[in-house]
Structures are given as C-alpha cells and as structure tokens.
C-alpha cells in the first residue's frame, strides 16, 4: 500500500521497520472493529496536511454507526451577542447507504420576552421543501422553508437556515422533554397559527 514517506531514503532495516508498524497498526485498526479502509485512507494523507472524515465515512469505516445521537444543550460561544445556547443532533436518513446529517438547534436571547430560535441542517437534493412544526401542551410556532438558497458548509454539504422569534411563554409551559419537530407539507398548515417571524 503506498504510503506518502519519501521512502527512496530509508535502509532497509527502516524500510522493515516502517512496514512492521504499518502491519501492527492496520491489525490493531480491525481488532478495534474499524474497516480497513480507514487505515488506508489516512495512509494516503501526508503529515503536512488534515483531512476531516465525514458523517458517512465516520459510519462507513465503523467508527460509530449510530442512527440518532444529540448533544446536551451547550452555551454557545460563537460571535459576541446575546446569550445562547446549541444543540447538535446527528441522523441517519435514507436507505443503504445511510446519509448522515447535522441538525443544529440554537436558542438566544431575544427582544423582551421572546426567545430567537435557529435551526440549521445539512440538506441534500432529494430534501423537498417543507415546513416545520415545533409542538408543545397547546402551542405550535411554525419554521417555515427559507426563501433563500442553502450555503455550503465543510465538506460542500447544503446547509439551510431557518428562525423564528417565540414567545417565552411557549417554553414555559413546554415539558421538560424536548418539543417534538414534525416536518410538515404546506396543505397540512391550515388550522396552525400564523408563523411568528
């Protein structure tokens, strides 16, 4: 397997040596349970550079291979500004082989009384437009699909952005689980409240 060492360089003996080690790592990769091609994809990086795997290639090699997870709520120190806190979810969507996306959740202070929910997720082309449903004990705010097109994150994966400006009294009565998100076609909206923007 080629790997990025200028080996025209080394002796024999540390030629030997080289692929001694090379060998201990790859078996201790598969004890691990991790695919090989882990391993010879990072031989195929050079030490002057860093490559980040993504989500599926994180499932693909083996590393974790779970469908859901999310974060605990963190304060988040981005920007100066108001106070907030994040939420990252990871999901696996689709059939085999699995996409895994990002799904940020981000609460901040707001105008009085209110609280500035952001939601961000990774998209891909087969995602259809819809709006989504933030339900609690009798209340429901609405993150309608942004009018503007998604960006590119890291690793040139779409990401759109929505918000809207809630009520605290919406999370005051809220239970202490986490709201559900529905998403949510466009004829199903009728009998909802007016999104708040």
Request: hydrophobic share 40%; glycine share 6%.
């Amino acid at each position: 397997m080629p790997v990025p060492i200028d080996r025209k360089n080394l002796s024999k003996d540390q030629l030997r040596q080289l692929r001694a080690a090379e060998d201990r790592l790859a078996r201790y990769v598969a004890e691990m349970g991790i695919d090989r091609a882990l391993f010879e994809a990072a031989a195929q990086i050079g030490h002057e550079r860093v490559r980040f795997l993504s989500l599926n290639e994180i499932a693909r090699f083996g590393i974790d291979r779970r469908e859901f997870h999310e974060s605990r709520w963190m304060l988040d120190e981005g920007p100066p500004g108001p106070l907030a806190v994040v939420k990252f979810v990871v999901e696996a969507k689709g059939n085999e082989p699995k996409e895994y996306r990002i799904t940020r959740v981000r609460l901040s202070c707001g105008r009085a009384a209110e609280v500035r929910v952001e939601y961000s997720r990774e998209v891909s082309a087969l995602d259809q437009p819809a709006s989504i449903a933030v339900t609690t004990r009798g209340d429901v705010f609405v993150l309608a699909p942004p009018r503007s097109k998604p960006v590119l994150g890291y690793n040139d994966v779409q990401i759109e952005d929505r918000f809207a400006r809630v009520p605290v009294a919406f999370f005051e009565t809220a239970p202490n689980t986490a709201p559900p998100l529905q998403e949510i076609q466009r004829d199903q909206l009728v009998g909802l409240p007016a999104e708040r923007t």
